[in-house]
């Protein structure tokens, strides 16, 4: 049985849940065909989430490339047809990318299996820091450091949890409804997940009410780490210290629960922009983890 | 003569990767730096001092902040192999602060620092006001006991040669009979 799952014209955290549960109501040997045919923009949690999709099927999908060639065109420059090529039967013409010096992506998606991927990334990204933190978006320049510190945590989660492999991109973009320029850290994988990474060492103490929103809780919010020994469990209370300085958005996604540390910029937002909750439960399951960070430039 | 070890970390950092990259991130790098930082501390004599430098190191995460610095100095007041030794860190920069500040919170720790282009030490982290007026006290006199911190700085001298006991247990002081001086060799 071959089932389409309709990719949405605007790909974003949001919008991507809508992909998942399409996907969560067919079995995992059933063959897929992503159609993105008709999607014209994505974010980095898109294109990474999109990879995890693939890689976390029994039957490899069909990936149908959109047909707006500037669109094909950028996400080749994101990296995400290198990735995807491995993991989906690609329909449709993927373009070729000309290097023409500097890529117009700051980090294209980068596979993190281990430490010295990290390594790498971290210097890559600050090659372009003061170019696009202090000059683009104009925010302080002690942010050149703590970037690329908020990176190596992030993408350090994969290393540390996962289990296995996954990806990361950074870019800048504008989010319209707030009228901002942006920068969106986006890493995931399709491993296994925090509720069953905290297990071991948490589920006991909650019996009955251990789930994956608690597993998100316990680590995030409380810095909790499934290791025992003292001083664990930094990554995610150092990118909050930075976050709270800077009024950035953090969401992490896994198994069945979503959470939201919500910046000012988007509480206080008109009301036709849609607003995050602090805790989601009860969505369709997708593997592993998916963290976003979201920093905002500054207001014009 | 205090004895005292300088341990160039970025040297180390470079040797454990090929010389590829700067920049102490990754729990992994943090741990592998450390475990030979141990080495080098454990060759040192009790008592001495040792200056962990960071001045070739580029970009330090919360992770190896944590995973150097703040298990280090567990160790230095625990009953570990390098147990009884003084810690000074020296080239810290901006960069490297916001990480060793955030593990020394979280740990409930201090530690005496020299920042690059300043050549006097300060204490960083948690300590309570009393201990961190006494701390400077003494590193003004550069060596004294309780009576003499306690007319300086009009501090009861119950909680002074408390402040001191707590500040020499923590390897921030050294203790040299009764009087205590800053962890800093005789060149530093």
């Not at chain 1, 069909?62 to 993991?87: K, M, N, Q």
């Not at chain 1, 990806?167 to 901002?180: A, C, E, H, P």
């Not at chain 2, 003004?140 to 700085?153: C, K, P």
């Amino acid at each position: 049985m071959t089932a389409v799952i309709a990719v949405p014209e605007e790909l974003n955290d949001r919008t991507f849940e809508s992909v998942i549960d399409q996907v969560a109501q067919h079995p995992a040997d059933a063959r897929l065909i992503i159609d993105a045919h008709r999607t014209s923009f994505g974010t980095p949690y898109a294109f990474t989430a999109l990879l995890c999709l693939a890689q976390s099927r029994m039957t490899k999908p069909v990936f149908t490339v959109p047909e707006i060639h500037s669109t094909a065109s950028y996400w080749a420059r994101c990296g995400f047809f290198r990735f995807a090529e491995d993991l989906y039967e690609i329909h449709g013409k993927v373009p070729t990318i000309r290097s023409h010096g500097e890529s117009d992506v700051w980090l294209p998606i980068t596979s993190i299996t281990g430490s010295e991927d990290v390594h790498s990334v971290v210097g890559r990204i600050q090659e372009r820091s003061e170019a696009i933190l202090v000059n683009e978006l104009k925010t302080d320049s002690r942010m050149i450091g703590r970037f690329a510190m908020t990176l190596s945590e992030a993408c350090q989660n994969i290393v540390e949890h996962a289990g296995q492999g996954g990806w990361v991109m950074v870019q800048t973009y504008t989010w319209r409804s707030i009228g901002r320029r942006v920068v969106q850290i986006a890493v995931a994988d399709a491993g296994v997940g925090f509720t069953a990474s905290l297990a071991p060492s948490h589920a006991r103490r909650f019996g009955d009410r251990w789930s994956d929103g608690r597993a998100l809780e316990e680590a995030v919010v409380k810095g909790q780490s499934r290791f025992a020994e003292p001083g664990r469990g930094q990554g995610f209370t150092g990118i909050r210290r930075f976050l709270d300085h800077w009024d950035g958005k953090l969401t992490v996604r896994s198994g069945t629960a979503r959470i939201a540390i919500i910046p000012s910029w988007e509480r206080d937002a008109p009301q036709d922009v849609p607003k995050d909750v602090p805790l989601r439960e009860g969505l369709s399951s997708f593997p592993g983890a998916q963290v976003q960070i979201i920093i905002p430039g500054k207001a014009a | 003569m205090i004895p005292m070890v300088n341990i160039d970390v970025g040297a180390i950092l470079q040797a454990s990767l090929n010389g590829t990259y700067t920049d102490l991130v990754t729990r992994a790098t943090g741990r592998s730096v450390r475990s030979q930082i141990e080495r080098l501390l454990e060759r040192a004599a009790p008592g001495a001092v040792s200056v962990i430098d960071f001045s070739n190191v580029g970009l330090l995460d919360f992770s190896c902040a944590d995973e150097i610095v703040a298990t280090l100095m567990r160790q230095c007041h625990d009953d570990s192999p390098i147990a009884n030794r003084y810690i000074l860190f020296a080239g810290i920069t901006e960069r490297h602060l916001d990480a060793i500040e955030h593990v020394l919170e979280r740990n409930g720790l201090a530690l005496v620092v020299r920042f690059t282009g300043l050549g006097v030490i300060q204490l960083i982290g948690v300590v309570r006001e009393t201990e961190r007026q006494v701390w400077e006290a003494v590193v003004h006199e550069q060596r004294t006991d309780a009576a003499a911190v306690a007319a300086g700085t009009a501090l009861d001298l119950t909680a002074v040669s408390d402040s001191l006991q707590s500040l020499y247990q923590k390897r921030l002081l050294m203790r040299e009979g009764g009087e205590y001086r800053a962890p800093v060799g005789v060149v530093a």
